[in-house]
């Protein structure tokens, strides 16, 4: 027989003789009293507690100062009902919830912070990783929310762009032109959800290009701090002395003269040692097309330290992190080439400028020396490099990856890299045309 459904003056009595714990007042609904606390007094809520797909739940209906017994009766009925449907309530009205805050945004014109977050995640899904939209979130953030997040976005102008532009337009030109594009995005997507109307402020043609000097104009050189390769010899000696996946993600880096966020990135899946080939996929690469790297025997070396040293299988990285399944972090590479020092010295390795090398500076290393002391044609090495041709019609008659080409560049490159410091090696002509 089932218990029997408590009263009013029944509820009344458990309250003033605070009653602590929960009590099954009707079918599903219980009564919750709970101590009071110092300087405060008793608390008792409603709640609706129940059983769908074999898991438990329990969903609140109110604090029973603001919901009388008979409201909390018909809600857990109502419930209850939903529950005997298949319907999970809770579920149901999470769901309303979203629903109203979704129907209260559209019924008022939204700041431009909540515009772009809904603009990342509509496309966050068709971009490359997540690193992507995390950059474009913190883009944002730093550079135009504090000019114009909490603005309406209808009323975003070509003041407020240049506002957030100006100052980092001649400073850092290339952060400056991308929030420029996200911003003008942002701008786009709010018009095509009837948020705007008119041209965008944020557009470059015939518009801000009028105000703004051209990015090619004021566009810094970005430095990267690179070892003159006549030293290369000397500090892969003590590079291959160190221990760790950092050295040996910065060996395989220089190897391969592939730069350290594809290094980083490599997995087991990417490597086939078979064919002697790292195939590098378009969604990881600066250009966004596929690049074959080819694979010297000290590359192929490397690589088998590293499978020795991990899983060594499928997705899993080739260069993990200490202790974990997961990527090395750049910065690993980075504090170990500051804790290098030239032997006999307490100095770092540094380029002619006195900087500490970097792990980008080695693909300048790799360039220098190919173009210096090798007579490998230019189109093979920039190709090792992974960059396009500059001349259009040469680069629309060059189809080939010439992979067979740049198996004999990095063949000779290891056999630089590795030998001993002070050797010398004669230059080698290229193969036939």
């Known amino acids: 027989m089932a218990p029997k459904a408590w009263t009013t003056k029944e509820v009344e009595a458990a309250l003033r003789g605070q009653c602590e714990g929960r009590h099954r007042v009707a079918p599903g609904l219980y009564l919750r009293i709970e101590a009071p606390k110092p300087g405060e007094g008793g608390r008792a809520s409603w709640s609706f507690r129940y059983q769908i797909n074999g898991r438990s739940r329990i969903m609140g209906l109110g604090a029973v100062g603001d919901v009388t017994l008979a409201a909390a009766r018909r809600k857990a009925e109502e419930a209850l009902l939903l529950v005997r449907g298949g319907a999970d309530p809770l579920t149901l009205r999470e769901q309303r919830a979203r629903e109203a805050a979704a129907a209260a945004l559209a019924a008022r014109m939204p700041s431009f912070r909540e515009a772009a977050q809904q603009h990342i995640e509509s496309q966050q899904a068709g971009w490359r990783n997540e690193k992507h939209a995390a950059q474009w979130a913190a883009t944002l953030e730093t550079y135009a929310y504090p000019h114009f997040g909490d603005v309406p976005v209808d009323r975003i102008d070509t003041d407020h762009v240049r506002a957030a532009l100006n100052p980092i337009w001649t400073t850092k030109p290339e ?42 104009k004021v566009q810094a050189v970005e430095h990267h701090a690179a070892l003159d390769w006549r030293d290369l010899p000397a500090f892969w000696g003590a590079l291959a002395a160190r221990g760790g996946a950092a050295a040996l993600a910065l060996r395989f880096a220089i190897l391969t003269a592939a730069r350290s966020g594809e290094v980083l990135g490599a997995t087991w899946a990417e490597i086939d040692t078979v064919q002697r080939l790292w195939t590098i996929p378009a969604a990881r690469m600066k250009a966004g097309r596929e690049h074959r790297v080819p694979l010297s025997d000290a590359a192929l070396a490397v690589l088998a330290e590293a499978r020795a040293a991990g899983d060594g299988e499928g997705d899993a990285r080739v260069f993990a992190g200490r202790g974990s399944g997961g990527g090395l972090s750049s910065m690993a590479i980075t504090m170990m080439l500051r804790k290098m020092k030239r032997p006999g010295t307490k100095k770092p390795w540094t380029d002619a400028a006195g900087e500490t090398v970097t792990a980008h500076g080695f693909r300048s290393t790799f360039r220098d020396w190919a173009g210096e002391a090798t007579h490998h044609p230019r189109e093979v090495i920039e190709q090792a490099l992974a960059h396009g041709l500059k001349d259009k019609a040469e680069a629309a008659y060059a189809r080939g990856d010439l992979l067979t080409k740049r198996a004999t560049l990095m063949a000779e490159w290891a056999t630089y890299c590795t030998r001993p410091a002070g050797a010398v090696l004669p230059m080698h002509k290229a193969a036939a045309q």
């Open 175 to 216: 952060t400056a032109s991308r929030v420029r594009g996200r911003i003008e995005a942002v701008l786009d997507s709010a018009k095509v959800r009837g948020w705007r109307s008119g041209e965008n402020p944020a557009r470059w043609k015939g518009h801000l290009a009028l105000l703004l000097p051209k990015k090619a």
